[in-house]
């Protein structure tokens, strides 16, 4: 599953609520697979602040996101 969140506490709090609900039916998420990533228009940069490599990128459907920009900068 893929969400998307504008802000990481919305994120992360959404991922403690889902790991309670699923743990209420005794069930829970592969932890190797379960992470938040920085993705999006602002990735780049925001990485780029804090002296931290290029945005990681995820498959979905078979496809891999990545982002980044064009070569024209957009």
């Known amino acids: ?10 994120a992360e709090r959404f991922l403690q609520a889902l790991r309670e609900r699923l743990g209420k039916f005794g069930l829970g998420m592969y932890q190797g697979k379960t992470r938040l990533i920085e993705f999006g228009r602002f990735a780049e ?30």
């Open 45 to 74: 940069g925001n990485r780029a602040e804090r002296g931290e490599s290029k945005p990681e990128t995820f498959d979905f459907l078979g496809l891999t996101h990545i982002c980044s920009k064009t070569r024209k900068g957009n």
């Open 1 to 10: 599953m893929v969400m998307g969140f504008q802000y990481r506490e919305e």
